[in-house]
C-alpha cells in the first residue's frame, strides 16, 4: 500500500495501522519504561491515528506521523511524574540482612517486556540495534534523560528517523534536534550506563548452561551455583529498594534469608528484554503445589550469570510472560 494513499476502507486503514504496532510497541516501552503503559500508549496512539486517519494531508510518511501521536501521548504520561528507577539508581549496595528490604511506594519501578512483543528487524545491523537498545540497562539508563531527549534519542538511534523527521514529530527543527541529541549522548555517558552491558552475551541455551543452571538452583548446590555466577555478579528484587553487590554477597543472601526459596521450580518461559528469563515458583505454605514467587531475569557475560533481577509483581507479569499462577 503506497504511504501516499489514504484509503477510507476500514479494513485496509485497520491493516496500515496494525503494521505499526510492534514498533510503537517497542518505541513507547523504551519511552515509559513498563510494558503494560507502553500498550496503553500504543492503543490510545492507534486510536488517534484512526480518528484523523482522513486528515492525515501526507506531509511525512505514515511513519513518522505515527510516532508523531505516539511521542505526544507517551510526553503527558510522563508530565509531573518521576522517572522509573531501579534499586541501583537509589544508592549503593547493602549487605544481605533481611533488615535491609524496603518497599518504596513512591519509586515507579522499571519492569520487563516479553521480546517478543517489539520490533522484529530483517537488516542484521537493525537486529543487533534493537536487541541491544531493549536490555534493561539500556532502558534504565533512558530514565535519566529529560523526556523529550529520550525521544529524541530513541528515534534517532533506535527507531533510525532522521533530523528532519524527528523535527516533524517534535514540531521543532533540525538544529533543535541535533542539539538534543547531544545533551542526551552526554546524559547517558554521565549516568555510567557500562558499555559491556550493550554487548550481547554467548547465548548460554546453546552451550548447556541453562540446563546447568536450572538444575543447580532447583537443587540449591553451593558448588555448582559458585561455579555459575560471577565474581562481580549483582542481584536486585523490585518493589525491595535493597540491590547486592558480589557473589559472596548474592549466595549469602540465597542461603541466609532467601532460603524460603530452597525446593523452588523454574519454568523457562519467552525472553525478556532480550535476555534468559524463567518463572520461579517456591513450594507453597500449604504444602500442595508451588505458587508463584518471581519472574527471574539473568544477564549472562559469556559462561556466567552477571546479573539476577527478581521482579515480584507476578501478578502482573507471569501473565504477561505467559506463565501460570499455579503450579502443581
Known amino acids: 500500500m503506497q504511504e501516499a494513499r489514504y484509503a477510507i476502507d476500514a479494513d485496509e486503514v485497520d491493516a496500515e495501522l496494525e503494521r505499526h504496532r510492534a514498533a510503537l510497541t517497542g518505541y513507547c516501552y523504551r519511552m515509559l519504561g513498563s510494558p503494560f503503559e ?15 486517519y482522513e486528515q492525515f494531508q501526507g506531509r511525512a510518511s505514515i511513519t513518522s ?11 503527558d504520561i510522563l508530565k509531573g511524574r518521576a522517572r522509573r528507577a531501579t534499586p541501583m539508581d537509589l544508592g549503593p549496595a547493602r549487605p544481605p540482612l533481611e533488615s535491609n528490604l524496603h518497599v518504596l511506594p513512591e519509586v515507579t519501578w522499571i519492569q520487563p517486556i516479553p521480546s517478543s512483543r517489539l520490533i522484529e528487524e530483517s537488516d542484521p545491523a537493525d537486529v543487533v540495534i534493537a536487541h541491544e537498545t531493549i536490555r534493561l540497562a539500556f532502558v534504565a539508563a533512558l530514565q535519566h534523560l529529560s523526556p523529550r531527549q529520550r525521544a529524541v534519542l530513541i528515534l534517532r538511534e533506535v527507531m533510525r528517523q532522521t533530523a528532519a523527521e524527528v523535527a516533524f514529530i517534535l514540531d521543532t527543527t533540525v538544529p533543535s534536534v541535533n542539539s538534543a541529541l547531544q545533551r542526551a549522548r552526554a546524559a547517558i555517558a554521565a549516568a555510567g550506563l557500562d558499555a559491556d552491558a550493550m554487548v550481547a552475551p554467548v547465548d548460554p ?10 538444575r543447580a538452583f532447583e537443587a540449591y548446590d553451593l558448588e555448582e551455583l559458585t561455579a555459575l555466577i560471577r565474581e562481580d555478579a549483582r542481584q536486585s528484587m523490585p518493589p525491595f529498594d535493597l540491590w547486592l553487590s558480589g557473589r559472596n554477597d548474592v549466595l549469602a543472601w540465597w542461603f541466609g534469608p532467601g532460603d524460603i526459596c530452597r525446593g523452588s521450580r523454574l519454568v523457562p518461559t519467552v525472553a525478556a528484554n532480550d535476555t534468559v528469563a524463567f518463572g520461579q515458583y517456591k513450594p507453597s505454605a500449604t504444602g500442595s503445589g508451588f505458587e508463584p514467587w518471581a519472574l527471574q531475569v539473568l544477564e549472562w557475560n559469556r559462561d556466567k550469570v552477571a546479573e539476577f533481577t527478581f521482579f515480584l509483581d507476578t501478578e502482573r507479569l507471569f501473565p504477561l510472560f505467559g506463565l501460570p499462577l499455579q503450579l502443581d
Open 205 to 214: 541455551s546453546k552451550h548447556g548452561l541453562l540446563a546447568r543452571y536450572v
Open 38 to 52: 507502553a500498550d496503553d500508549a500504543v492503543q490510545e496512539t492507534l486510536l488517534r491515528a484512526w480518528r484523523g
Open 65 to 75: 506521523w505515527l510516532y508523531r501521536i505516539a511521542t505526544n501521548v507517551c510526553l
